[in-house]
Structures are given as structure tokens and as C-alpha cells.
């Protein structure tokens, strides 16, 4: 089943602009962790986040995790065309084995 | 950073056929892989996860008769889809995890098409 539930399911915004994508859980959890994915390909580990932290940053990325509210964002600023993809949040469950529980997704279109 | 990789990066095959699909961590050795199956405009599902050298534990609704997993040494873990029907035609993604590691590194995927 579905831990991860990301919102919105599609974003369009100009290049330049900021994205913001949310992504909640359910369940308690170790880690959590976003993913890109280019149409059709593999995908690329961005950032991950413990339980125990509450803002983590790697170059254009903000990522802010909400134990309480059992939420995460991922923040892009000054987004570019290449930023285009597919976002996907993913939960690792306490006592699960680092097993990856992937969220739905959403969509980015980053326009020139 | 880590490298996997899979092969064939596309497969077609016939309605019946089996289809195995390889998936190398090339420069780390992967006591954990896991593999996933990927739908159109959705997400990833894990379909089982698979230690060297033992049985693979497969998600519920996952037919391990069906879904062939092995997991040979520290570098390799095939998939085989026996007797592929149309409805399995998908998106088939590998990870790899290193002993004691956070961090998952996908490969590029597999896409199956069974006609």
C-alpha cells in the first residue's frame, strides 16, 4: 500500500520560480526520502532526511519534515527547464528492513 | 557515487515466453537488492526484496513462482518473469543497498513489453 501521498499531483511554473511539493505518511518512520525520476528512466536520490531532523538543504533543495504532522516538503528554488521530472517522496518504516515505500508522485514542468 | 545497472534496458517478447532482466551494482557490493515495478504515470511499487545468497522475500499480492528472483553473489540479482502475459508488460526497476547503508541506488530500469 501506498505510504506516501505527494500534493500537488502536477505543478507548471516559469523557470526561475520556486517549487514546492508536499508529500505526507502515515505510518513512523526512520527516513524519508525524494526522488527524481526523467520520463522513462531510473531514479535519482536527491536528499533523505531522519526522523530526528527538521531541515536539511543540498544546493537548490529544501527539504523540511514534520514528525508531528507526519509531512515533508521539498522545496526547489530558481528552478530551471532541466528541473523538469517526476518527484517522488518514499518513507523508510521503522523495523522494515530499509524497505523503500514510495508516495504517488508529482508531475513538474519547469517552462522556459 | 554508486552505479546499477540493468539489462536489457527494453525487452520485447511474445505472449508465454520468460524474460530475465539483470541488475549489476557496479563499484559497491550490495548485500540488499530490491526490485519494483513501475506502471504508467505511477509509482513505484516494491515487488520483493532479495539477499545474497537467500530466498527472496516478495510483497504481498506478488506471485514468487511467477516473479523468478535470484540473487547470486554481491554484484548480481536477476529477475525472470516466466510465462509473460500482456498484462505484465511495465517498467522494472532494480535498486542495490550496501551493507549499512541509507541509500538505495537505482538502475535505469527495464521496460517489458509482451505482445
Known amino acids: 500500500s501506498q505510504q506516501g501521498e505527494e500534493d500537488p499531483q502536477a505543478l507548471s511554473i516559469q523557470e526561475g520560480e520556486n517549487a514546492t511539493m508536499n508529500c505526507s505518511y502515515k505510518t513512523s518512520i526512520n527516513n524519508l526520502q525524494w526522488y527524481r525520476q526523467n520520463s522513462g528512466r531510473g531514479l535519482v536520490h536527491l536528499i533523505l532526511i531522519r526522523s530526528n531532523e527538521r531541515e536539511k538543504h543540498s544546493g537548490r533543495l529544501r527539504v523540511t519534515l514534520d514528525t508531528s504532522k507526519k509531512s515533508s516538503s521539498l522545496l526547489i528554488t530558481a528552478s530551471r527547464a532541466a528541473d523538469t521530472a517526476s518527484y517522488f517522496c518514499?518513507?523508510?518504516?521503522?523495523?522494515?528492513?530499509?524497505?523503500?515505500?514510495f508516495g504517488k508522485g508529482t508531475l513538474l514542468t519547469v517552462n522556459p | 557515487g554508486a552505479v546499477v545497472s540493468q539489462h536489457p534496458s527494453r525487452v520485447i517478447c511474445k505472449s508465454g515466453t520468460s524474460v530475465k532482466i539483470e541488475c549489476r551494482s557496479l563499484?559497491?557490493?550490495?548485500?540488499?537488492m530490491f526490485w519494483y515495478r513501475q506502471f504508467p504515470k505511477q509509482s513505484l511499487m516494491l515487488m520483493a526484496t532479495?539477499?545474497?545468497?537467500?530466498?527472496?522475500?516478495?510483497e504481498q499480492g506478488v506471485e514468487k513462482d511467477k516473479f523468478l528472483i535470484n540473487h547470486a553473489s554481491l554484484t548480481l540479482s536477476t529477475l525472470t518473469v516466466t510465462s509473460a502475459h500482456p498484462e505484465d508488460s511495465s517498467f522494472y526497476i532494480c535498486s542495490a543497498e550496501a551493507l549499512g547503508q541509507e541509500t538505495q541506488y537505482f538502475g535505469p530500469g527495464t521496460r517489458l513489453l509482451v505482445l
Open positions: 532479495s539477499n545474497e545468497g537467500s530466498k527472496a522475500t516478495y
Open positions: 563499484d559497491f557490493q550490495a548485500t540488499t
Open positions: 518514499a518513507t523508510v518504516v521503522r523495523g522494515s528492513n530499509y524497505k523503500l515505500t
